[in-house]
């Protein structure tokens, strides 16, 4: 993927992410930008925007295994969705990620 602003990548997303679901997939779709912008593309109105509810930092645990860092989810995906998912058309779910915390974080 391009880290290039302006190179289609949400409208991509959330057009693939509507036509899979209109095949009658279940689709979650995440927003991990910092400026997120996904939830337009999906179709949410605006006034939607408000019902958005940010996952919230510290969800994801680090250990050390081998010598390798495994990252794993504090919760389970299913919790998750039920807490913090917005349903879109097109059979599609969305979450997004808060807002990195400050330089180095995100």
Do not use: W
């Not at 880290?3 to 991509?12: A, F």
């Not at 927003?31 to 337009?40: I, R």
């Not at 050390?64 to 917005?86: F, K």
């Not at 599609?92 to 990195?100: D, E, I, K």
């Amino acid at each position: 993927m391009s880290g290039k602003g302006g190179s289609g990548k949400t409208t991509i997303s959330g057009t693939l992410a509507r036509l899979i679901g209109r095949s009658g997939k279940r689709v979650l779709a995440v927003d991990a930008d910092s400026n997120p912008n996904l939830a337009l593309t999906l179709g949410l109105s605006t006034g939607s925007y408000d019902l958005i509810n940010p996952l919230p930092h510290g969800l994801m645990e680090h250990r050390r295994v081998n010598g390798e860092v495994q990252v794993s989810l504090s919760r389970p995906v299913e919790e998750l969705t039920q807490d913090y998912a917005v349903d879109c058309p097109d059979n599609v779910s969305l979450l997004v990620l808060g807002p990195p915390g400050g330089a180095g974080t995100g």
